[in-house]
C-alpha cells in the first residue's frame, strides 16, 4: 500500500516564480506534518512542521493541510536557484512516532 | 547552527561483516532515530529512542540490528552480519521533543561488496 504519493518531477522553473509541491496520503490517522529539503547527499532538512489541518507560514514558505481531501501541499515565493533541492513530504500518526515519506519532488529553479 | 554529527561518511564492508554506524545528537535532545534511504527510494523509518530504550521499530529493524546510547552522546547503529540489500544511506536524526520535526545528520552511505 502507496501511504504517501509525491509527484516525482522533475519540477523547473525560473528564478522568481511560485511553486507548488503537493503529496497525497491515504492514512486518514495522520497528524503530524512535515516538509524537508534534501540537497544531493545531503541529509534532510526540516522547512516546515505543521500539526492537523491549516496553514503555517514561514519566510517565502506556506505549508497547508487538508485533512479531509488527504492532501498536503507547500508553497515556495519568489523562488530562488539556492531552493534547487528534492522536497519531501513526510507525516505521522502520532508525536514521535516514524514518519511515513512520500519518495519527493526534484525541483530545478533557473536564473 | 547545532547540527546531528555522523560518522563515517562512507563505509565499505564486505557481506557478512558487522558495522557500526555512528551518530553524535543535538546535545540538549532526547528523542533519536534511524532512518534509511536506499537509492532511488523513499526514506525509510528504521528505530526510534527514547528514555535509554527503543520506543518503535520497523520490520526493517530486525534481528540483525541494534541501537545503543552508550554515553550519553553517541547514538550508534549496529548490523551485524551485512547483506547486499543492506547498501543504502543511513541517517541518524533527533528532536528535543516528540512534538516538533527531526532533525537529521548528512548520513553514512554504507556499501556492503
Known amino acids: 500500500q502507496k501511504e504517501v504519493e509525491q509527484d516525482p518531477g522533475p519540477l523547473s522553473v525560473p528564478e522568481g516564480a511560485i511553486v507548488s509541491l503537493n503529496c497525497t496520503y491515504s492514512?486518514?490517522?495522520?497528524?503530524?506534518f512535515m516538509w524537508y529539503r534534501q540537497y544531493s547527499r545531503k541529509g534532510p532538512e526540516l522547512l516546515m512542521y505543521?500539526?492537523?489541518?491549516g496553514n503555517k507560514e514561514d519566510g517565502r514558505f506556506t505549508a497547508q493541510v487538508d485533512k479531509s481531501s488527504k492532501y498536503i501541499s507547500l508553497f515556495i515565493r519568489d523562488s530562488q536557484p539556492s531552493d534547487s533541492a528534492t522536497y519531501l513530504c513526510?507525516?505521522?500518526?502520532?508525536?514521535?512516532?516514524?514518519?511515513?515519506f512520500g519518495k519527493g519532488t526534484t525541483l530545478s529553479v533557473s536564473s | 547552527e547545532p547540527e546531528v554529527t555522523q560518522t563515517p561518511s562512507h563505509q565499505v564492508t564486505q557481506m557478512g561483516q558487522e558495522v557500526i554506524l555512528r551518530c553524535v545528537p543535538i546535545?540538549?535532545?532526547?528523542?533519536f532515530y534511524w532512518y534509511r534511504q536506499i537509492l532511488g527510494q523513499k526514506v525509510e523509518f528504521l528505530v526510534s529512542?527514547?528514555?535509554?530504550?527503543?520506543?518503535?521499530k520497523s520490520e526493517i529493524f530486525d534481528d540483525q540490528f541494534s541501537v545503543e546510547r552508550p554515553d550519553g552522546s553517541n547514538f550508534t547503529l549496529k548490523i551485524r552480519s551485512t547483506k547486499l540489500e543492506d547498501s543504502a544511506m543511513y541517517f541518524c536524526?533527533?528532536?528535543?521533543?516528540?512534538?516538533?520535526?527531526?532533525?537529521f545528520g548528512s548520513g553514512t552511505r554504507l556499501t556492503v561488496v
Open positions: 529512542f527514547y528514555n535509554n530504550e527503543i520506543s518503535e
Open positions: 492514512n486518514s490517522a495522520f497528524q503530524y
Open positions: 536524526a533527533s528532536s528535543e521533543t516528540d512534538r516538533q520535526g527531526y532533525t
Open positions: 505543521t500539526y492537523s489541518s
Open positions: 513526510a507525516m505521522s500518526d502520532q508525536a514521535g512516532t516514524a514518519l511515513i
Open positions: 546535545s540538549n535532545h532526547l528523542y
